[in-house]
């Protein structure tokens, strides 16, 4: 199993629902997750750290963890068009001296 | 305003060519990092730094060198060594290396 791993997608939801993209992780990462979105052709962007297991709300988003099922979420509510990215989940490992990025998952906002 | 700045934005090298991109960020951020990504691919750990005068090879050092002498700069040099270095370079700090990282606008090197 990669330390990260996320579906590559292409994920596409319609505009106004609820984009739920999801990361599962390995025992090579500690326990802190950071969300990125990176748009094409620019550079990645946090949105989101989560360092706790339960839910953590920062406007439409909302980032979800859970330790027992080594999983973590990010929920986009409300989607509009100007989400379409790649979002990037990612780790750091249990060396603590770099960060572990899964491949990213690509979304689609259909108008 | 505090960030990263990396330059040049495109760069073009030639063959037997060594190439440096800079990076310098005014954060005050004791980590920086070097990623490769390639169209359509995820990142790849080149090389980071924990502190200043003190660098660790990634995960795709081979072909590209780095040094830390000053706390705010952070410059990678692409050598002829690198077959293959048409790609996007990003450059990111953070305050230590388990915290969130923030990335600069990056660099597009292509082959003459």
């Known amino acids: 199993q990669k330390e990260v791993e996320q579906n590559s997608g292409p994920l596409s939801v319609p505009e106004g629902a609820i984009a739920s993209l999801n990361c599962t992780y390995s025992?090579?990462?500690?326990?802190?997750f950071f969300w990125y979105r990176q748009y094409s052709g620019k550079s990645p962007e946090l949105i989101m750290s989560?360092?706790?297991?339960g839910d953590k709300e920062d406007g439409r988003f909302t980032a979800q963890l859970n330790k027992a099922s080594q999983y973590v979420s990010l929920l986009i509510r409300d989607s509009q068009p100007s989400d379409s990215a790649t979002y990037l989940c990612?780790?750091?490992?249990?060396?603590?001296?770099?960060?572990?990025f899964g491949a990213g998952t690509r979304l689609f906002v259909k108008a | 305003d505090g960030g990263i700045t990396q330059s040049p934005k495109y760069l073009f090298r030639k063959e037997g060519q060594n190439v440096t991109l800079s990076c310098e960020q005014n954060?005050?951020?004791?980590?920086m990092y070097w990623y490769r990504q390639d169209p359509g691919q995820g990142l790849r750990l080149i090389y980071y730094?924990?502190?200043?005068?003190?660098?660790q090879k990634g995960d795709i050092a081979e072909g590209y060198s780095v040094s830390r002498e000053k706390k705010e700069s952070f410059p990678l040099t692409v050598t002829s060594a690198q077959k293959n270095p048409t790609a996007f370079y990003l450059c990111?700090?953070?305050?230590?290396?388990?915290?969130?990282?923030?990335f600069g606008d990056g660099t597009r090197l292509s082959i003459l």
């Open positions: 990111a700090s953070s305050v230590q290396a388990n915290q969130p990282q923030h």
């Open positions: 025992d090579r990462v500690s326990q802190s």
């Open positions: 989560i360092y706790s297991n």
């Open positions: 990612a780790a750091p490992d249990t060396g603590g001296f770099k960060t572990i």
């Open positions: 954060l005050n951020h004791d980590a």
């Open positions: 730094s924990q502190i200043v005068n003190d660098f």
